[in-house]
C-alpha cells in the first residue's frame, strides 16, 4: 500500500503543477473535456489491469506484478520492455521534480528577499 501511495503521489505531485498552465493553453472547455477523457481512459486501463491480475491468479493459482503478466501473455521480451518503460518513466518523473523545486527554491528566494 505504501508504495501504491508513492506512485500516486509522485504521478499527481509533478503533474498537478502543469494542470493550471494546461487550462490556459487550452481554453476552459477544450481542457475540460480532455482531463474527462484522460481520466476515462486511466480508469479503464486500472480496470484492465485489475482483471488481467485476477484472471493471472484464477488461472495460475499465484500472483504476478504488471512486467510478470506482460511476459506471460506477450513473451519474456516485452517483460524487459516494460522493466525500462517503468524505469524511465520513474527517472523523468523524479527529473521533472528536481527541476521545479530547483526553480521554485530561487523564486521563494526573491520573495523572501
Known amino acids: 500500500m505504501t508504495v501504491a501511495l508513492g506512485i500516486v ?3 499527481l505531485g ?19 473535456i480532455i482531463t474527462i477523457l484522460v481520466g476515462f481512459f486511466s480508469y ?3 480496470r484492465i ?22 511476459a506471460l501473455v ?5 517483460e524487459l520492455v516494460i522493466k525500462a518503460a517503468t524505469t524511465i ?6 527529473t521533472g521534480y528536481l527541476i521545479f523545486m530547483s526553480t ?7 520573495i523572501c528577499d
Request: hydrophobic share 45%; with cysteine.
Open 9 to 11: 503521489k509522485t504521478v
Open 14 to 32: 509533478a503533474a498537478s503543477f502543469a494542470v493550471p498552465w494546461g487550462f490556459q493553453e487550452a481554453g476552459l472547455l477544450a481542457a475540460t
Open 44 to 46: 479503464e486501463t486500472m
Open 49 to 70: 489491469l485489475v482483471i488481467s491480475k485476477q484472471t493471472v491468479v484464477n488461472d495460475y493459482g499465484r500472483s504476478l506484478d504488471y512486467a510478470g503478466i506482460v
Open 74 to 78: 506477450l513473451g519474456e521480451r516485452w
Open 89 to 94: 518513466s520513474c527517472l523523468g518523473a523524479c
Open 104 to 110: 521554485l527554491g530561487s523564486e521563494v528566494r526573491i
